[in-house]
């Protein structure tokens, strides 16, 4: 059995930001521009998602599977905007998902989270 590695560890979460295991990385809760626009936000979300990344040495391109989480789902053509913009091709597959964040942000608060597998083999 091969070493699970975690990175970007928050002890106050319990949560970590990356594990890699055998030949992927999976990564939860990446967010960023929170109370900013939906676009802010889902930049924000892919910026989080490559600091990450770049803890493994990988990119946006490493990646192969995605869920999207928005507050509200008619945001999709937003985000496919910018995975076009940011993944020069190297699109995942993906879902996206309405839900409702606990977060303390209420409705001008967080709006979009993304958590992904990235092949690191």
């Excluded at 964040?101 to 001008?108: N, Q, T």
């Amino acid at each position: 059995m091969g070493e699970i590695e975690r990175y970007d560890v928050s002890e106050e979460w319990a949560h970590s930001g990356i594990i890699k295991a055998g030949d992927f990385c999976f990564l939860g809760y990446c967010v960023g521009n929170v109370g900013g626009t939906i676009e802010e936000q889902i930049n924000g979300a892919f910026d989080n998602m490559e600091e990450r990344l770049a803890l493994v040495g990988l990119t946006l391109e490493s990646v192969v599977q995605m869920d999207c989480l928005f507050r509200d789902v008619w945001n999709i053509p937003v985000m496919e905007k910018i995975i076009k913009e940011r993944f020069g091709g190297k699109y995942p597959v993906r879902k996206s998902i309405q839900t409702e964040f606990a977060h303390v942000g209420g409705k001008e608060g967080l709006q979009f989270q993304v958590d992904a597998v990235a092949y690191c083999g």
